[in-house]
């Protein structure tokens, strides 16, 4: 390989790694993501901090649990929404499988509403605000009503169990 073939690839290389640390940074601050309905872009903190606790379900159309998880999901949005809390999904699948993403909600018919978002922007996102790495789907947060992230659980969940750190939190 000649000198400026090596250069080349190395300057190529830092342009996408600097691409991908600014897209990150971004990231921690707000996560963008797509209504799978209409389309319409916004962040995840336009959706958090209106007075009710906000459960976050990141999902995806290839996880199984997530479909095992979605009832329960949906029956605790729909015990609570009038009231003290809600669910709001976001699949990681990114946001040019929309379409994709819609028939999967269509066809699992979960009553919460769903966005979509890039999985790196996702799990930058994710690191900002737990200083840990998304390990996998289901993967749950919780923001208090002013919109405080106040818990994360990747893995199974039950509504007892939130209703119970809601309780205690309240």
Not at 6 to 16: P, S
Not at 64 to 77: E, L, T, V, Y
Request: glycine share 8%; hydrophobic share 40%.
């Amino acid at each position: 390989m000649s000198m400026i073939s090596k250069t080349k690839i190395r300057l190529v290389l830092l342009q996408v790694f600097m691409g991908l640390f600014l897209v990150a940074g971004s990231a921690a601050n707000a996560m963008e993501m797509q209504s799978v309905e209409t389309g319409e872009s916004l962040n995840l903190e336009d959706l958090t901090g209106n007075g009710k606790w906000t459960l976050v379900m990141i999902w995806a159309t290839t996880c199984h649990i997530c479909k095992i998880q979605k009832p329960d999901m949906s029956a605790f949005h729909d015990k609570h929404k009038d009231t003290t809390a809600e669910v709001i999904g976001v699949a990681l699948d990114g946001m040019g499988r929309r379409e994709a993403v819609q028939r999967y909600i269509d066809e699992t018919n979960p009553t919460f509403p769903s966005y979509v978002a890039d999985s790196l922007i996702i799990s930058s996102y994710y690191f900002g605000m737990t200083e840990e790495s998304l390990r996998g789907t289901p993967t749950y947060l919780l923001f208090d009503p002013e919109g405080e992230l106040l818990g994360s659980n990747p893995g199974l969940l039950s509504v007892e169990a939130i209703e119970s750190f809601i309780e205690r939190k309240s």
